[in-house]
DNA sequence: TTATCGTACAACCAAATGGTTGTGCTTCAG
DNA sequence: CTGAAGCACAACCATTTGGTTGTACGATAA
C-alpha cells in the first residue's frame, strides 16, 4: 500500500539537498546504507580529515534525516533510513513529470484543436 | 534505447544537489520544466528579490547544468533539461537499492548458511 | 535618434559552510 | 583505579553563499 505523504517543507528539502552536495556526506550515506558498521569514529578512519570534521557530516546528515545516530556502549552507531531518501527523489521525479506532461498537453491540443476565436 | 552514461564527477553532483538546495531555484525549476515562458526578467518578477539575486539563482541552475539560457531578442529565455534531474535521481535510486540490496543479501545467506569455517 | 527594456557584471555585505584545534565527559579495558 | 577510546562541543578561520546596489551595454520601440 502506498502512503499518502504530506509533501516535505521548503526547509527539509533545503537540508535534503544540501546534506547532498558534498561527496564526503554522500560516500557516507553510500557506507550506512550498504550496511557498513558504521561508528563515527570507524566512519572517521575512511577520509583524509579530522574525527571532528566527519562528525559535523553525520551531524549535517542527521539533521537531514538521511542518518540517525544510536547509543551502542560508548560508541554512536549510525544507521542510515532511506525514506528522506526517496522524498528527494520523489521531488526530482514531480520535476522531469512536468517535463513530459507537456507533449503530452501539446498531443492534445494537436489532436482536438479548438477553433481560432481570434 | 537505454544509453550507458559514464557516472557524473563528484563535483557535478555537489552543484547540482547545490543547486536544488534552494527553495527559489527549486520554484524556477519547477516552472521551467512546466514549460512557462521563463525570461529573467518575467521569473524575477515572481520572486520577493531583486532581479539581480533571480538572475545570480538562474546562473547556479545553467552552472549545475539544469537549466540553459538562450538568446531570444534582447531577451535570455530559460529551458530546463531533465537530463540532469535524472542523473541525480539515478544516483538517489542507487543508494536507496543499496539499502534494499542489504535484505536481499540476508536473504541469501539465510537461505544457504556457509559452513561455520572457524 | 533616443529613451528604455532586458541583461550582465562588479563591488560589497552578513551569514552559512567546511575545515581546524582544544577541552571535557563517558564508557570501557587493563 | 587509571588510562585510553569514542564522542560532543566550543572557538576560531578562510571561503562560499545569497542577497544588495550601482554601472554599463546591446536590442528595441517610439
Not at 550496511?35 to 578512519?45: I, K, M, R, T
Not at 539533521?63 to 532511506?82: F, I, Y
Request: charged letters at 30%; proline letters at 5%.
Amino acid at each position: 500500500m502506498v502512503v499518502l505523504q504530506d509533501s516535505p517543507t521548503d526547509h527539509e528539502l533545503d537540508r535534503l539537498f544540501r546534506s547532498l552536495a558534498c561527496a564526503t556526506r554522500r560516500d557516507i550515506v553510500r557506507r550506512v546504507m550498504a550496511g557498513e558498521d558504521a561508528s563515527v569514529s570507524s566512519l572517521a578512519e575512511r577520509y583524509d580529515m579530522s574525527f571532528a570534521a566527519v562528525q559535523k557530516h553525520v551531524a549535517v546528515l542527521a539533521e537531514a534525516g538521511l542518518v540517525s545516530k544510536h547509543h551502542h556502549g560508548r560508541e554512536r552507531r549510525v544507521r542510515g533510513n532511506p525514506e528522506q531518501l526517496a522524498k528527494a527523489r520523489a521531488l526530482l521525479a514531480r520535476l522531469e513529470q512536468l517535463w513530459t506532461e507537456r507533449f503530452a498537453q501539446l498531443d492534445a491540443v494537436l489532436a482536438d484543436p479548438p477553433p481560432p476565436q481570434a
